[in-house]
Structure formats: C-alpha cells, structure tokens
C-alpha cells in the first residue's frame, strides 16, 4: 500500500518539531520517506532508495544497530513499541544523535504495516553520558535482559496460560497462552477478542458471555476467584481448564490477571474411571457378579453394590460385618468357608469354591466365590479381595440337565430295547420268508411260481434293507460302528457289487457298467463289508433313479507309495438328477431331493446319510455333482494298506476254501418252531446231522450228552437264555467245551448284542435274517 504524507501544514509542523516521517509496508518491505526526512540525513529527496537494510546498514551506527534490530523484533513480534535514540550517519556533518519512534498496525494477528518518525534531538542541551554509546546501550540491554528472565520464570516460561484483561480485551499475554490456543504468534492472540476463545455455551447451559461477566464480578468483590471453565482453540477444539483470576494494579489501573490451567489430561482420566467404574458396575449387574474386600487388621468389609444385591441386601458405602456374613453362610458350608479362608490366609493360595448362602427372606442361594490374599511389605497377609457370582441359576440349570441326561439315557435304553424288541419281532418271521424263499427257488418251480417267488423274494430282501437301515442308523448314532482289518480283493468285490444289481437294472433295461484299472487286481486290507455296504448305496441309488441310459461304477488308483495305495471310487449315472438347492441336503436323515420321490421310488431315506456318516468315520469326504434331469456324479477317495498275502487265498475276508459240510453234527439251539422247520431244510439240503434244543437249558444238557462239531445258538430264548448258555458251556470241566464253536444266531437288534456274545466265549455271530450262504460259509469255516 502507498503511504499518503500530511498535507503541507503538517509537514510544517513536523519540519518545525524538526522530524521526518517513514511508512513501512511490512509483507513488501517498500518504504516512503518524507522529504524532511531526506533532509535530516542531509540528502535530496529521492537520492537514495529507502528501505530498512538500506537504513541500518547505511545511517545506523554499527555499535547502535542492535538497537535498533532488537527494539523493531520487539514491536513486530510482542508488540512494544518501537523508540529508541540512536547515531545515524548524515551525508555532510557525521553521526548525528536521532531519536526513531514506530508504531505497528497488525490484521489478523500478522503485522501490516508499521509507521514512525525520526527527530534530530543533537542539538538537545543533554547530558552526553547520558547519549547512547555502546558500552552503555549494551549494560542496559543486560540488565533490561536479566529483568525479563526473571519475569520470564513466573510469566513467559509458566506451563499455564497467563493473561492481562481489562475492560478492552487481552492486553498482554504468555507464550504458554499462544501454544495452547494454537495462536500464530503473541500478536495475533493480542488482536483477537476474548470471548472468542469461548464457545457459545458452556457445559451447565449457561451462555459463556454471561457466566463470564459472572465470574469477573466475583473475582473483583473478593479478590479470587477459581472455577472450571471450557475454552476454545483456534481450530475450534474445546478443551477444558482451571481459571484463577485475580485482580491487580498496573499503571494504577485494575486488571485481571487471569491463569488458565489445562486440565484435558485430568478430566480424560477422571472420565476413564468414571466409565470404568460404570463398565465395572454395569457387567456386575449383567454377570450377577460382586467384589469384595475383607480388611483383616481393622476387621471392616468393603463390598460392591451388585455383592449386597446378590445377598439380598441393600447397597452400602462399606460391607456387612465378618459376624453378620458368617452368619448368612448355610450352615452345612461354613466349616467348607473357613477352611478355603484359613487356606488363602496360611499358605497363601487362592481361593475358588461353591457355597450356599441364607437370604434375609429365608430363600437358599447357590454363590461361586473367588479369594486372593494382599500383603504388606512385611509378607503379612492384611487383607484379602475377590469376587462373588450369582450361580443359583447355573445349578438350578445344571440339575435340570442332569436329570435330562438321566431322562434321555433311559429313553436311549427304551429305545435300544424297543428297536431289539420290535427287530427281533419282524427280522424272525422275515428269516422265514426269506429263507423258504429260497429253499422254494430250488426245487425247481413252475414258470409262473417262479415269477411269484422273484417278487416275493425282492419284496423281502427291500424290507430287510430298510430294517438295516434303520439299525445301522441306530449304531452310528450310538458310536457302535467298529472297521475290521482284513484282507480282500478290490476288484472281486467291485464285480460282486455289480452283479448284486445286475439283475434289477436288467429289469429295468438300463446297461449297468464297471470301468476298472487293471491295476486293481489287488490285495488291500481294510473292511470290505463297510466298503460295500458303502458302494451298494451309491449303486442302488443310481439304477433306483435312472429310467433310462446307463450307471457306471469306476474304480482307479490316484497315488500308491511305500505300502499304501489310495483308490478314487465314482458311481455315475443319467437318471433324474438332483435340484441344485437340494444337493446340501441329500445326505440329512430321512431327507430325499423332492417330497414326491418317496411315494414314487420308495427308501428309507437313509441310505446315504449312512454312506456319509460311514466315509466321515474313516476321515474321507463324499461329493456329488449334478444336474437335474441329467443325471448325478457321486465320488470318494480312501486309501488302504496293500495286503501282502498272494490273490488265491482271500476272497473279501472269506475263506476261499469252502467244504462240504456231509458228515458235521450241529446243536440247533431255537425256540422259534418255523426257524427250527427252515434250519432243518437247509440242513438236510446241506447233508448236515443236527438236534434241536428249545432253550438254553436244554442245549446244556445235549452238549453234555453228545459230541457236536458247531453249535447255533439263539440268544433270546425262555427258560435260558444263549448267554447264559454260552457261559455254562465254557464253565463245563473237559476241555473240549472251552474249544466248541458256538455261533450266535439271533434277529435282536441290541447295539452291543455282538461284544457281549464275544464277552461271554461265542465264537462267531449271524444276524437274522440271514442268508442261505452266508451261514454255509460260516459253518464250514469252522469245519475240522
């Protein structure tokens, strides 16, 4: 900006006072002189450019520069006005003494502008050791410099805001006071209003303008005055502090000292408690949950609200006493109180037990509580803190449980019992269907009897696979699943599996396929009932729900190293597929893809969910892919040991050497009259002797009577049951009884019927309904 001189009267008056004026344009530094300031310094005005390095370095005498540098710093930084007397160097007469004054104009905290005027005071009748020499100029900046420090101790370098109020606003101020406002400099802080630094309500909903003129009127009638206030930085964060203010004189004139304490860091504490103790308060409440501290020296107890809530009582600002608690303790669990108590106090371990306590209103409440020892320095225990908890609930929960585990264990025993009863029921009767079946298919029917006895047959055979079903549902549920290890062929069970099926997708015209590596012609140890059990499922269901085109069974090997050989296993087929939102539910019990493929295809529903449960007890996945009307994909991989033994001699874990059985004498143990007619049958067909006993009790004596190479044994019968049979048996004195074969021959469905038929010294076990040749195998493979 161009400084605008007086008009010529003023230059006059000043001509006359003989001084010359300067304008500084700080942000710029452009300076204008007046012409009787270029006169002054002996010059013509415009010979010479101003400016402030030009004025120092040119006019200002090298030992009074400091002067002038520290007295400009002072009025541009803190405000003070600039004057001081000084030798400036004229063009014709030499150092002449001047006296410089300045005024600075600042906007928004940043000077602008300063402007000033310099007097020739040479001529000054004036005591000349009283003129500005250096060594004189430089003892007075010492000792003004030592003032200051000392100043500076109690005001500039305090870690709390100080300021000087009157009634115009700040009037001084601490650097302290700058960095917590986060002003610029002491100037800007200066120029700005107060009330600025306040918001416009302060934390009790009284206007701060208001409260302030408040605290101002006590502070003046009583001379102090300290209180909380919320003041406001310059970025507009509010932050709280301690004012103390306090009214003194300067210049004769009352003024405010006011001091400003940040106490951020003191209510961010305070406020960490509170909401501590708040937490702490509100989970107690939550987790029916007190503390405790017991003083042992003084005998006084402190307890939490939710502790006294826990007791029945009332909050108090201490705890009950020892004698009114010990009371409140169930008189069957104090002796159990004071030891765990006398335990922490002596050995100084930490207590953690249950109790019972006594309401005020009578009521007996279960508690947890928790106790630690505290010692002093000597290693004294002085007192001892903790925690109760409200369990009343848990325990009453917890016997609930309790007895709904009895409760369910007994259900689980009536069902086991049930399922034994009503399988015994159905499988005896199905032995016999099942079993003249046979014995009918053999003698050579007619065309038309034949297709009779087909169905009735297959009609059998799927009863008798949805009542397997539903047992081995019942074991695995039970944990009754146990895997043999023995040694089979991998590829002679693939190709039994498919010809078990072969005739029902025959029926159905639908080209059931086997696709093999060569490789597979092996001998591997593992459970091959289980694994076929498995791939069976898996068949049946694929020809079950394939109108038409193929299911192809695939077997190979995908890794084989040292003695293990992991085989990938897939049953593929075209049938009607699954829906894509039914495919994570076709494993779930009794669950099919649609709900009319029940009424449509049959099944229990259960045949894959034991396929699953089977494959996950061994660690191995199953996963399908489908797509409906397309067809599914079914496929696993299980690896085995590789079994060292040559092919002939295993054949799926039975002998492969099979006898004749002409010339055996067997002990028929049944009280069932059509399964002592079927056994007869087979066993005239099979060339077999054998005597029939209608109980337990009887079979004891015929084993006594004759010499018999096998016993078939029942196990549910009257008078004595096969159990007890078995044992008195074994019991017998001559050593030919403990090495009888006894086979169990049973239709109970009991989950552990084959454990406690091995327990009790039977050899082997035969659940019926039973095949015709499985029971041939297993009789001639106890064959002498």
Request: some cysteine; proline content about 4%.
């Amino acid at each position: 900006m161009k400084s605008q001189f007086a008009p010529a009267s003023l230059e006059m008056v000043i001509s006359g006072v003989n001084a010359g004026i300067w304008d500084w344009e700080i942000q710029t530094g452009k300076q204008v002189w007046s012409d009787r300031l270029f006169e002054l310094l002996g010059y013509e005005p415009g010979e010479i450019t101003p400016g402030y390095g030009v004025f120092t370095e040119k006019f200002v005498h090298p030992d009074d520069r400091i002067i002038v540098t520290e007295a400009i710093k002072a009025q541009l930084e803190n405000n003070v006005p600039y004057l001081v007397r000084v030798r400036l160097k004229t063009k014709k007469n030499g150092y002449r003494h001047f006296e410089c004054r300045g005024t600075a104009k600042f906007e928004n905290g940043k000077p602008e502008r300063m402007v000033g005027s310099i007097s020739d005071i040479h001529d000054q009748k004036i005591d000349q050791d009283q003129l500005p020499r250096l060594d004189g100029v430089l003892q007075d900046l010492t000792e003004r410099k030592i003032v200051e420090e000392k100043l500076s101790v109690i005001f500039q370098y305090s870690t709390d805001a100080h300021l000087l109020l009157d009634e115009t606003g700040i009037v001084d101020c601490n650097e302290a006071a700058v960095k917590m406002l986060l002003c610029k400099n002491k100037s800007e802080l200066l120029s700005i209003h107060p009330a600025r630094f306040s918001p416009e309500y302060q934390p009790d909903g009284r206007t701060s303008a208001e409260k302030a003129s408040e605290m101002d009127r006590i502070a003046y009638e009583t001379g102090y005055n300290r209180f909380e206030w919320i003041h406001k930085k310059m970025n507009g964060e509010e932050f709280p502090v301690e004012v103390t203010l306090n009214p003194v004189l300067i210049s004769n004139k009352k003024i405010l000292l006011v001091v400003w304490h940040d106490i951020s860091h003191r209510k961010r504490a305070e406020e960490v408690i509170r909401r501590n103790e708040a937490m702490l308060a509100e989970s107690q409440q939550l987790t029916h949950s007190g503390s405790w501290e017991a003083d042992l020296i003084t005998g006084q107890n402190y307890w939490s609200d939710e502790a006294f809530r826990i007791f029945g009582l009332e909050p108090d600002s201490g705890g009950p006493d020892t004698e009114l608690f010990s009371k409140m303790i169930h008189p069957d669990d104090l002796h159990l109180y004071k030891s765990h108590i006398k335990d922490a106090i002596n050995h100084l371990n930490p207590a953690s037990f249950d109790l019972r306590i006594v309401l005020p209103d009578g009521k007996i409440k279960f508690i947890h509580a928790i106790g630690k020892p505290f010692l002093d320095q000597a290693g004294r225990v002085v007192k001892l803190y903790g925690a109760i908890m409200d369990i009343d609930t848990h325990k009453k929960t917890e016997a609930e449980l309790i007895k709904a585990k009895e409760e369910a264990e007994m259900a689980a025993v009536a069902k086991s019992q049930f399922l034994s009863t009503m399988s015994h029921e159905i499988r005896t009767p199905m032995n016999a269907v099942i079993g003249f079946t046979h014995l009918l298919l053999q003698q050579d029917p007619k065309p038309e009897q034949m297709e009779f006895l087909n169905i009735l047959k297959f009609s059998a055979e799927n009863l008798l696979v949805l009542i397997n079903d539903i047992l081995d549902f019942s074991k695995i549920e039970a944990g009754k699943i146990e895997f043999e290890e023995v040694d089979f062929n991998i590829l002679l069970l693939l190709e039994n599996i498919r010809s078990g099926v072969l005739q029902k997708a025959n029926e159905k015209g639908i080209n059931l396929k086997l696709i093999v590596d060569i490789d597979l012609n092996m001998v591997v140890i593992g459970d091959p009932v289980r694994l076929g059990q498995i791939l069976t499922n898996l068949v049946s269901n694929a020809v079950k729900f394939t109108e038409k085109g193929k299911v192809t069974i695939s077997a190979s090997i995908s890794k084989r190293e040292n003695e293990t050989v992991t085989i990938d296993f897939k049953v593929e087929d075209t049938g009607i597929g699954i829906p894509k939102e039914k495919l994570e539910n076709i494993f779930d019990s009794f669950t099919q893809a649609t709900s009319d493929t029940t009424r449509k295809y049959g099944g229990s529903g259960l045949g894959l969910t034991i396929t699953k449960k089977l494959l996950e007890l061994q660690q191995i996945s199953i996963h399908v892919t489908s797509e409906q009307g397309k067809g599914s994909v079914f496929y696993f991989s299980m690896p085995f040991k590789v079994g060292q033994k040559p092919l002939g001699e295993h054949t799926n874990g039975i002998s492969k050497n099979t006898f004749s059985l002409k010339g055996m004498k067997l002990l028929i143990v049944e009280d069932n009259a059509i399964n002592v007619f079927l056994m007869k049958n087979f066993m005239k067909q099979w060339e077999v002797e054998y005597d029939v006993a209608e109980n337990g009790l009887i079979a004891l004596q015929k084993v006594q009577e004759n010499d018999y190479d096998l016993v078939l044994m029942d196990l549910q019968m009257p008078e004595m049951d096969g159990y007890e049979a078995t044992l008195r048996i074994r019991q017998l004195p001559e050593a030919k009884y403990a090495e009888l074969p006894i086979i169990a021959l049973t239709a109970s469905a009991m989950l552990d019927i084959k454990d406690i038929a091995f327990t009790v010294g039977m050899n082997d076990y035969v659940s019926k309904p039973f095949s015709p040749a499985e029971l041939y195998a297993k009789i001639s493979s106890y064959r002498k």
